[in-house]
C-alpha cells in the first residue's frame, strides 16, 4: 500500500512517463481512493497543458541558419573542395585587386569600398533587433546597470570615441535599465536598455561616420523599418546616429519625448523586412 | 537517401532545439558552439546508430563540444552549466525518491501567467537546473536520453529536474525571487 507521501514524491515521473509499470499500477491504485493525491495530480496536468506542453526552443535567427546552410553545404563538399574553393576565390580577389590597381581607375577603388564595407539601412535594422533580442534575453549582460542616465553617459563617453548622449527624460514610464559597448554589424555601439510603460526597448548610438555609410537621404528625419514585429526608427542628432528597437512603434519616442509633448506621427514603415 | 543529405535534413529538422541547446550551454557563443557541433557531428556521423534517436545523439556531442572548448580555454566561466560538474547534489531513485511534495501549480494557474513568462523564467534558473528542465520540458526528451547527454546517473536528473521545476514556480509566484533581478521580466499583473 503506498501512503500519501510517497505518492506526492513520484508525481513528476508519473505524469511525465516515467514510473515503471509496477510503481505506476501501485500509485493508480493509490490515487483511486485518495481525493488529495488526485487533485495535486490533476492540477500538475493542468499546469503541464497550459504551459509546459506549449514551450517551444527558442528559434534560430535567420543569419544563424543561413550559416548553417553555407556549413552543411561545404560538408557536403567536402573539405578539400570547399578549400579548393577558398583559395580559387582568393586568387580571384588577388587577381581583381591587381588589375584594378593596373588599370587606376579611382572610380573602381571606389566601388570596391562602397560593396565592400557598406552597411545597409536593412542589414542595420536586422543586426539592431538581433541585439535587442539578446539584450531581452540577458543573452548580452550589461556592463553597467543600476545607474542615472547621466552616470552612464560618462561612462560611455570615457570608453568609446565619438559623441554618446543618453536621453535624461524623468518619467515614471521610462526606466533606464542599464548598457554595454555592442557591435552592430562590426561598428562599435553604446547599446542601452529601457523599458517604456513596462516594454522592453533599446537604444543603439552609433559613430556618426558608420550613419553617413548609410547613404540616407536627409528626409524624412526618422527612417522606420519593421522587422519580425519589431518596429526600428532610425535618425541623427548631436553628431551620433540613433537606433531604436521595440514593439510598441510610436510609444516608444517617449524615450526622448515628454508624455504631454505633441509629436508628428512616425513615417509608415520603408520597409517590411 | 545517401548519408549527407539524411545528416542535412536531420540538422534541418532540429535546427531550433540544436540552436536553443547551444544557448544553454554557451550563451554568447552559441552560434560557433552550433557550427562547431554540426561540423564534429558530421564527422562521427557514419557511426550513428539508426535504431536511436539522432536529437539526444548530436545534443551529447554538442554537450562534449562545449567541454572540449572550455578545457582548450583552460576557463570554466562560473555561469556555465559545465562548471557545476562538481557540485555534490541529493540523488533521488524511483524506488527509494527522496523528494519532499512537489509545489503545486495552483497558485500560477490562477495567476494566469502567459507561456512566454513561463519560458522566460526558465531562462533565469540556474545553469544546471536550467539545462535539465529545458531538455525535458522544451525538448521533450526522457530521463534517460537526458542522463546520457549530461553523463549522469538518472536518479541526478531527476533530483536536478525536480529541484529545477520547483525553483522555476518559486519564481511564477515570487517573481521578485530571481536571482540578479529587480521587478525586471516576468509581471506579476496577471496581464
Not at chain 1, 590597381?101 to 535594422?125: D, F, H, K, N, P
Request: charge should be positive.
Amino acid at each position: 500500500m503506498m501512503d500519501c507521501s510517497t505518492a506526492k514524491s513520484k508525481l513528476f515521473p508519473y505524469v511525465d512517463g516515467e514510473l515503471t509499470p509496477e510503481l505506476r499500477d501501485q500509485l493508480e491504485a493509490h490515487l483511486a481512493r485518495c481525493g488529495t493525491c488526485r487533485r495535486l495530480v490533476d492540477l500538475e496536468v493542468a499546469f503541464r497543458e497550459t504551459y509546459v506542453d506549449r514551450l517551444r526552443p527558442d528559434p534560430a535567427p535567420e543569419p544563424v541558419r543561413e550559416q548553417v546552410v553555407t556549413l552543411l553545404r561545404e560538408l557536403g563538399q567536402g573539405r578539400r573542395a570547399s578549400r579548393r574553393q577558398r583559395q580559387l576565390k582568393r586568387l580571384v580577389v588577388c587577381v581583381g585587386a591587381a588589375f584594378l590597381v593596373a588599370v587606376g581607375l579611382s572610380a573602381g577603388i571606389a566601388l570596391q569600398s562602397y560593396v565592400g564595407t557598406r552597411t545597409t539601412l536593412a542589414e542595420l535594422a536586422i543586426a539592431a533587433v538581433e541585439q535587442h533580442q539578446k539584450l531581452v534575453r540577458d543573452l548580452l549582460p550589461p556592463d553597467i546597470k543600476n545607474v542615472s542616465p547621466k552616470v552612464a553617459e560618462e561612462w560611455f563617453k570615457k570608453r568609446l570615441a565619438f559623441n554618446v548622449s543618453l536621453p535624461d527624460l524623468r518619467t515614471e514610464r521610462l526606466h533606464f535599465l542599464g548598457g554595454r559597448i555592442s557591435h552592430l554589424r562590426e561598428v562599435e555601439v553604446a547599446a542601452l536598455e529601457y523599458q517604456v510603460d513596462g516594454n522592453n526597448v533599446s537604444l543603439f548610438i552609433i559613430p556618426e561616420d558608420a550613419y553617413r555609410q548609410l547613404r540616407l537621404k536627409d528626409k524624412p528625419r526618422f527612417k522606420v523599418v519593421s522587422h519580425r514585429g519589431y518596429d526600428v526608427v532610425i535618425w541623427r542628432s548631436q553628431g551620433a546616429g540613433y537606433t531604436l528597437v521595440s514593439e510598441i512603434g510610436d510609444r516608444a519616442c517617449l524615450m526622448c519625448h515628454a508624455p504631454e509633448e505633441k509629436l508628428e506621427p512616425l513615417p509608415r514603415p520603408s520597409a517590411h523586412l | 537517401m545517401d548519408s549527407g543529405t539524411e545528416f542535412q535534413d536531420a540538422v534541418y529538422k532540429y535546427l531550433n532545439p540544436l540552436y536553443n541547446y547551444a544557448l544553454v550551454l554557451a550563451r554568447q557563443d552559441a552560434e560557433d558552439l552550433l557550427q562547431e557541433s554540426i561540423a564534429r557531428a558530421w564527422e562521427a556521423f557514419h557511426r550513428f546508430d539508426r535504431s536511436q534517436s539522432f536529437k539526444p545523439w548530436i545534443f551529447t556531442i554538442m554537450r562534449n563540444v562545449q567541454i572540449d572548448r572550455l578545457r582548450r580555454r583552460r576557463l570554466q566561466p562560473s555561469e556555465e552549466p559545465l562548471g557545476y560538474q562538481k557540485e555534490a547534489e541529493p540523488v533521488v531513485s524511483l524506488e527509494n525518491p527522496l523528494c519532499s511534495i512537489p509545489l503545486a501549480p495552483e497558485d500560477i494557474l490562477l495567476r494566469r501567467e502567459t507561456v512566454e513568462q513561463v519560458r522566460e523564467a526558465i531562462r533565469h534558473l540556474p545553469p544546471l537546473l536550467r539545462e535539465i528542465v529545458e531538455l525535458r520540458d522544451i525538448e521533450g526528451l526522457s530521463y534517460r536520453e537526458i542522463a546520457t547527454i549530461v553523463s549522469r546517473p538518472v536518479g541526478t536528473v531527476m533530483s536536478r529536474l525536480y529541484r529545477g521545476r520547483n525553483l522555476l514556480r518559486t519564481y511564477l509566484v515570487e517573481p521578485r525571487e530571481r536571482p540578479g533581478e529587480k521587478g525586471i521580466g516576468v509581471r506579476n499583473d496577471g496581464l
